[in-house]
């Protein structure tokens, strides 16, 4: 039998674990406030605590460091309902054994609770670094998607495993790059950021390696590559799938080795330095193509953070439009209507191109409030780079959920529907047969009157 506290303002939460705890065959002591929870620690240290982190008075994470004068080592499991990346830092810097979000079911505190009272024989010990870098953590999400990432980063911070960040374009992987590194032990040491796909294949393994004086045409003088100048620090290989095959098995040798041979030299030159790879690619795939080394793949990908797209989290998109709003101009509020319609969009450039549809709402509406109207017309262009659905299909389904979403076309949503994606079409039909309704019409499968009748609707020009 284990002494547990539970430390919670909500009552029933505090049941609940209770009666589960009990019924584990533990003992278990509830607390309403960190105050009394203290109290009740100084007068029988428990050998588990499950605390809240929003508590009247003192917060659950700043009670973490009493807590731990009075309990050593014993586990400490933090719930929250107000999962950001700041509490996920926080939480595991300090040394929690988990992080469990709110709402949980009975079930997942039962796992944790076994798993926390399991005789550990290696417990790591996080350490007592305070999670500095708070700028870099500006990473925003309240969806649960982005709650596990948020979590995630944080496991990743405090170890020194590479980690290889996934997701399409624009979903955050370089933020959450600089989110890991700045939360880590060594935020001031070097981040060096490098765009693979934008390295030229010729000067690729130079501007990685380094390259002594006279080394090739044009090296004027001895350079230090990016993979010394990391040293000490972090890694960041964006667009990692690009790297040139030939350069690979020199990137990975440096790896393992700790050490790089700058292009012209004869004596490697030792660097250390953590690895954050992001992708949108699959690399397993490419690598079952032959297209990446798979040995590289299992180096770079110790740890895996799959970043999810903002389609698939709608509910962060208002959260974050009005953070970029209000970063640029506070006096300027972004309508309901406005998120409505944000929140139909598809989003193929994820968390950038919403950022840059703000941009323009911005400059659009001059100084003002913004409305629909100010923001750009969905379904831009397919996103370079990117693996999204952006084309057509996702440009019709996000007209049609704003449709759906304008009060105004209640009862008539179909027809409105139609008349947005017919006129196009007409057009095209008749400029192809050289502005003629009879060809244009047979083509379309339309009676010619019906289609002249369209297009004067349309305000074409249509006359026979
Ligand atoms: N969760 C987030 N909170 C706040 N801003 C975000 C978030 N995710 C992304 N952004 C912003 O969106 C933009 C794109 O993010 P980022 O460059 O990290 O994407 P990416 O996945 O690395 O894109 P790519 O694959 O094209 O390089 C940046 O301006 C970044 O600050």
């Known amino acids: 039998m284990a002494k547990l506290l539970v430390v919670d303002d909500e009552s029933s939460i505090c049941w609940g674990i209770a009666r589960l705890g009990e019924g584990m065959g533990h003992r278990v002591t509830t607390a309403g406030s960190v105050e009394q929870g203290l109290d009740a620690a100084a007068a029988d240290p428990p050998d588990l605590i499950i605390l809240d982190v929003r508590l009247p008075g003192m917060d659950g994470l700043t009670a973490m460091r009493p807590f731990r004068d009075l309990v050593g080592d014993a586990p400490i499991v933090v719930i929250t309902a107000f999962g950001d990346l700041q509490t996920a830092v926080r939480a595991v810097s300090q040394g929690a054994f988990e992080y469990v979000l709110k709402p949980f079911d009975l079930a997942q505190i039962r796992s944790v609770i076994e798993r926390a009272l399991r005789p550990a024989p290696v417990r790591a010990d996080a350490g ?16 649960a998607g982005m709650q596990a990432v948020f979590h995630k980063i944080a496991l990743a911070a405090h170890a020194d495993a590479p980690v290889l960040l996934r997701g399409e374009t624009g979903v955050g992987k370089e ?15 070097p981040f060096v950021a490098v765009n693979v796909a934008a390295l030229s294949p010729t000067v690729a393994e130079a501007e990685l390696f380094g390259h002594t004086e006279g080394a090739f045409t044009g090296a004027q003088r001895t350079r230090k590559g990016l993979l010394a100048q990391a040293d000490g620090g972090t890694l960041f290989l964006d ?4 790297i040139p095959l030939s350069i690979q098995a020199k990137l990975l040798r440096a790896l393992d080795q700790n050490e790089v041979l700058p292009v012209g030299a004869d004596q490697p030159v030792p660097t250390r330095f953590r690895t954050i790879a992001a992708t949108h690619r699959d690399l397993r795939a490419m690598a079952a193509e032959g297209e990446f080394r798979l040995d590289l793949y299992y180096r770079l990908c110790a740890y895996e953070i ?12 208002a959260l974050l439009a009005s953070s970029f709003v209000h970063s640029r101009r506070p006096e300027s509020t972004l309508s309901s209507e406005a998120v409505a319609e944000l ?13 840059n549809a703000i941009d323009h709402a911005l400059v659009v509406s001059h ?11 969905a379904g831009g262009a397919p996103v370079a780079g990117s693996d999204a659905p952006g084309g057509l299909d996702s440009a019709l389904a996000a007209r049609a959920r704003a449709l759906m979403a304008d009060p105004t076309a209640a009862g008539d949503v179909y027809n ?13 039909a008749f400029d192809l047969h050289g502005r003629q309704c009879a060809p244009a019409a047979r083509a379309l499968g339309l009676h010619r009157t019906t289609l002249r009748r369209k297009l004067d609707q349309l305000g074409v020009d249509a006359a026979p």
Not at 128 to 143: C, T, W
Not at 239 to 242: A, D, L, P, R, Y
């Open 128 to 143: 007592d670094q305070a999670a500095d870098g708070e700028a870099a953590l500006g990473m925003m999400g309240q969806s």
């Open 175 to 189: 933020v959450a790059a600089h989110a890991i590194h700045h939360s880590g032990p060594r935020p001031d040491a």
């Open 239 to 242: 667009e990692v799938g690009e």
């Open 306 to 317: 799959e970043l999810p797209p903002l389609r698939s989290r709608r509910e962060d998109i």
């Open 343 to 355: 929140e139909s969009r598809e989003w193929p450039g994820n968390v950038r191109e919403l950022r």
């Open 367 to 377: 100084s003002g409030d913004i409305y629909p109207e100010h923001l750009p017309a």
């Open 416 to 428: 409105r529907y139609l008349e947005q994606v017919e006129p196009p079409l007409l057009k095209a």
